[in-house]
């Protein structure tokens, strides 16, 4: 049997015509930059996350990029963020001249953790650190109600990366410490939060694409601003910004998708659901060979009864992701049986070569460590349980023989 990590053809072939028709449509249009698809897709995403501002951009980076070019983020500044992500929620704070600073991650949850990170904001007397970027890594929030305390307390603008989490949900305490939790989506929390459209992503157009959601409709106008190369009006330039535009096309594409999105979501879930089922029938977990991805804010959820069974949406598993023994040498094993695995990431932020000698002494043994020891499975909505059975079985035969 065949499985491979990620297949976008399924999905394709159930959309194929209506996304015909919509990149018909946009080409019949003659509209190419912006125009009604982009600022339709802007609104929708805005209120599927409970918003008020949605501003499409070209990717995932760049709505990274533009969100901290719009809180003046430059040289000799800081952002206090996880050593544990894709390249680019570093790239972007390199970009702007600016400096990372790291504090480890939580190991249950592969997300910053929140402790590390009040040490650092309080070693911080000269207040060089500008904004906080968490990321909501593999599809589940970090610790948010934790991460704006430290922001209020710090007073700093929090830049969700959002890229892997559209329409993931995270507690936040109310006011009296807990007794009213609100469950907000994933990028309504902070200043801004920032969606990647890649492909691969649970939400991905048919090419690069991305999006920045704010409450504050002033930052909102200042990102359309810096989006148009800084110019406003047009041909006058308060500012350097850069093309950082979404194309219409792929807003027509996504338009279409986002009406499936929950449905996906809760197919990844079913999936997940079955994996660690099936994982549990192998003692592979009690015999120590590995560790299932937690999802750590379902206790809470079911305490307070706000579970609605399958349609409960806090992760939307854009990657199953495990901790296990002999890690490389698994991922060869599975891939000589026709399954796909990956890992995300095989190494830490801080462990990136282009750092140069800026970082040699750093160490953040969580995040080096999951970066040696975790394992992504194939997830997506359409994989079947005879597939998932599968790779379960030939994991077990790994470890058995
Ligand atoms: C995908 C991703 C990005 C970048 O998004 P692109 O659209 O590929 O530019 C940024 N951060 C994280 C955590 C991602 O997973």
Redesign the pocket.
Known sequence: MKVPLLDLKQQLTSLREDILQAVTRVIDSTTYILGPEVASLEQEVADYCGVENGVGVS????A?LVSLMALGVGPGDQVLTTPY??F??MGVVLRLGATPVFVDIDPVSFNIDPIAMEEALSRDHEKKIKAILP?H?YGQCADMAAIMKLAKQYDLPVIE?A??AIGAECPMNGERGGSNVQWKKAGSMGLAGCF???PS?NLGGIG?G?MVVTHDSAYAEKIRILLNHGASPKYYHGQVGGNFRLDPIQAAVLRIKLAHLDQWHRARRENAGRYNRLFAETDLVQDDFLVLPQAVYLTKKQAEGTMNGAGDNFHIYNQYVLRVTRRDALMDWLRSQDIGCEVYYPLALHQQKCLGANFPLLSFPQAEKAAAETLALPIYPELTADMQTYVVEKIAEFYRK
Do not use: N
């Open positions: 990717s995932g980076t760049d990274l992500s894709f680019a929620t990321v890594l990366d890229a892997q990647s459209f890649f992503k690069d991305g």
